[in-house]
């Protein structure tokens, strides 16, 4: 019995084992996720920013008023506070570069207690708020008393801009606390330390176009 | 690309602090002058430099690779496009 001509046919190579290639996961995928899910936060934000626009154009006097009635020390000094704490987590990485894991562990720990400092800040001129009546959707002993129209609907987006701000300043506070956790380990927590840093730049950087809008506009602005 | 472009070293990063807290005060000094309609584009244009500093050198912008720039220069644009349609709403409306 003569064999089959499909059995005669040479073997193929086999195929190389599937692997991803190195520029498909690791650090830089990482930084790429972050990235995207940091421009699609902005894309959250920029919607409440256009809606502060469009009612700010509606009413001008309405959010002059407003603006001139919130703490502008408050803001300022916060403005102050994320600017160098801002700093403090962009001087960690350089220390972990070089394997000081200590110093950039403490340069991140700072970071987060000024987080804290933020948000306590922001607690006190919240209370402040609630204190005058200042409440949700124009109810509140404060209306009793100014009737500028505009004035419900600046502090219902300062009570959610802010507010969303400041619950982003919580994750990232939370994680940079992981971060300084696990810079400790030196050099091996680069990668997990540097995303954590991009989402605290990013609150940062939320926070710099919040302050003028909310804190500043008001005056000879 | 390496998988970890060098970070901005320490003195850089108090230089890019120091220009931050010197636009901050600009931002200040600023509110406390009459500058009418030109308020608040003077403000935003302040607060887009402050926002640049941020994103280029402390996020790292400039050292980051060619995909990471598409996907911000991606969000920045579909930005601009709800900033134009939101003003051409606002106009339209005041007719």
């Known amino acids: ?221 | 690309m390496p998988p970890n472009p060098a970070p901005l070293s320490v003195p850089r990063v108090v230089l890019v602090l120091v220009a931050l807290l010197a636009l901050a005060s600009l931002s200040w000094w600023a509110s406390h002058v009459p500058l009418g309609r030109w308020a608040s584009p003077i403000a935003l244009t302040i607060a887009s430099c402050k926002g640049l500093l941020i994103a280029g050198w402390f996020v790292g912008l400039v050292r980051l690779g060619a995909a990471h720039r598409i996907a911000v220069i991606t969000a920045v644009v579909l930005i601009l496009i709800l900033v134009w349609f939101v003003a051409e709403d606002v106009i339209h409306l005041r007719g």
Not at chain 1, 55 to 61: I, M, W
Not at chain 1, 179 to 192: E, K
Not at chain 1, 200 to 210: C, M, Q, R
Request: one cysteine or more.
């Open chain 1, 1 to 221: 019995m003569s064999a089959s001509p499909l059995t005669d046919l040479p073997l193929a190579p086999a195929a190389p084992p599937l692997r991803a290639a190195p520029e498909e996961g690791g650090p830089r995928g990482a930084r790429l996720g972050v990235v995207l899910f940091l421009a699609s936060e902005s894309l959250l934000f920029a919607g409440l920013f256009a809606l502060y626009a469009a009612y700010h154009q509606k009413y001008p006097q309405g959010f002059l008023e407003g603006v001139r009635h919130d703490l502008r020390w408050d803001g300022s000094a916060n403005t102050a506070i994320l600017l160098i704490s801002s700093a403090c987590a962009a001087a960690a990485l350089p220390l972990l570069a070089r394997d000081r894991g200590r110093g950039a562990a403490r340069l991140l720990l700072v970071t987060v207690c000024l987080g804290a400092c933020f948000l306590g800040l922001k607690g006190y001129e919240y209370a402040d708020h609630l204190h005058e009546g200042i409440g949700w959707g124009g109810r509140g002993a404060f209306y009793r008393t100014h009737h500028t129209p505009g004035l419900p609907q600046f502090f219902d987006l300062y009570w959610l801009m802010t507010g969303l701000h400041a619950l982003h300043v919580l994750a990232g506070m939370t994680w940079m606390g992981i971060a300084s956790w696990l810079a400790r380990r030196g050099r091996r927590a680069f990668d997990h330390v540097e995303l954590a840093t991009m989402y605290w730049h990013f609150v940062d950087l939320v926070w710099v176009f919040l302050w003028p809008l909310f804190y500043l506009l008001g005056g000879g602005f």
